[in-house]
């Protein structure tokens, strides 16, 4: 009788051997995947499956005609034919709806500049047409049957506040461009600050001025829409603040931070941006006389056509020709001051003696009429019929904020102080 050990060591290497026998399959398939099989080999492994597959039918193919998209700019002297032409528009109905319709007005008024789109067909037909219109409304015209349809919807309003700095390297111009400042924006800080600074002669290189403006943009699309809501301006070591506060029901102003008005009575510069190529003398050589005479005025050097405005509210007294002025408007203010611009090359329309004008009102273009050697404006400025010089007469102040306005001024200029304040700090920043 064998020990029961030896009887337990016998069952166990046979039942290793029933587990080697039955795995040989399992390390015969292992071994197809390692390497590739001999041909015997693979006809002992290989098997072979059937089945009935029911495969999706594929779906039959959609024909569809191509469309085509084109976009144009509304240019000068367009007509809706003319433009429908540049987008590849064959269609004689589209053409005449558009033409004619009153609802498609607004396409025949359109601005030079302003986009169309439209849809075409392979035959290139219309589809649809889009644009936005002058006041900014979206509007979709498409075919309907034998009509159009035409679909408006006002557009997407909104307003924000922006910031801006700049520094002077020659003129105040060319910093509000290199800014990337909106014109209308570099107009308003040019009148805000036209008062104190005469931006023909006071500016200095390495002058600064910083910007909060509210900008209104109109689908997403900057409009003419702009206000300074806060500017600093820093000349020649001077620093001058000015803050937007709506002082009455209809509007508002432009206030130092103690409530004193920015606008003066007048402006300095009759024209926006020039030079000045004569200034006030007792004792100039003529140009055009050729002998020595007074010049009671101040010539501003610009091209012809150049917009001129009146520097101050007042009452037309002269508009049209007289002497060496040639064409000339004469106005008067308050009582006690005339202003004179002469050599016009025409006048603004409609204007007429006893009109009242507003001061930054268009009042003429600058030309060369009457005694002038070349395109100008002359300006004189009278305190009681008596010449002075415009570029040294103390102006008088405007309206300052009143005693029951104050407190309400402080309240609604703080947080603008406060953002000045940090336009400026950051800009040091900058600088260091």
């Not at 060319?174 to 104190?196: K, R, S």
Request: hydrophobic content about 35%; aromatic content about 8%; proline content about 5%.
């Amino acid at each position: 009788m064998l020990p029961q050990n030896t009887l337990l060591h016998a069952h166990k290497m046979k039942l290793r051997w029933v587990i080697a026998l039955s795995t040989l399959p399992l390390l015969g398939v292992v071994t197809a995947f390692g390497i590739m099989p001999q041909p015997n080999d693979a006809a002992e492994i290989r098997h072979t499956f059937t089945s009935d597959l029911t495969l999706p039918s594929a779906p039959e193919a959609i024909e569809t005609d191509p469309v085509y998209w084109h976009s144009e700019r509304v240019q000068r002297g367009d007509t809706v034919s003319e433009l429908l032409r540049r987008m590849n528009v064959q269609d004689v109905a589209a053409d005449d709806f558009l033409r004619r319709a009153a609802d498609a007005h607004s396409l025949r008024q359109l601005r030079p500049g302003r986009s169309v789109q439209v849809r075409t067909s392979a035959d290139s037909h219309l589809l649809a047409l889009s644009y936005i219109d002058n006041d900014g409304n979206q509007t979709v015209i498409t075919p309907a049957g034998d009509r159009f349809k035409v679909e408006t919807q006002p557009g997407l309003a909104e307003r924000r506040i922006l910031v801006q700095t700049g520094e002077i390297s020659s003129t105040l111009y060319d910093a509000t461009d290199e800014a990337d400042l909106p014109d209308n924006v570099a107009n308003q800080l040019a009148e805000i600050f036209g008062g104190d600074i005469d931006f023909h002669r006071d500016l200095r290189r390495g002058d600064k001025f910083s910007i909060l403006y509210e900008q209104s943009y109109l689908n997403g699309e900057p409009t003419r829409n702009a206000r300074i809501l806060a500017a600093e301006f820093i000349n020649h070591g001077r620093t001058l603040q000015a803050f937007y506060f709506q002082n009455t029901q209809y509007g508002g102003d432009y206030f130092s931070p103690d409530g004193k008005s920015m606008r003066k009575a007048f402006l300095r510069s009759p024209i926006e941006f020039s030079r000045v190529s004569s200034g006030f003398s007792n004792a100039r050589f003529h140009p055009v006389l050729n002998r020595w005479r007074a010049h009671k005025g101040v010539d501003y050097a610009a091209p012809i056509g150049t917009r001129v405005r009146a520097t101050a509210d007042g009452v037309v007294t002269v508009v049209g020709k007289q002497g060496g002025y040639g064409n000339v408007v004469m106005l008067e203010h308050q009582g006690m001051y005339q202003t004179v611009y002469g050599h016009l090359s025409g006048f603004a329309g409609g204007i007429h003696r006893g009109q009242r004008v507003s001061q930054g009102e268009i009042i003429g273009f600058v030309g060369m009429t009457g005694l002038a050697s070349g395109p100008h404006l002359h300006y004189e400025f009278k305190v009681g019929g008596v010449q002075r010089d415009p570029l040294k007469v103390a102006l008088p102040d405007g309206k300052p904020i009143g005693e029951a306005q104050q407190s309400a001024f402080l309240q609604a200029t703080d947080s603008l102080h406060a953002r000045l304040s940090l336009l400026r700090n950051t800009r040091i920043a900058q600088l260091d």
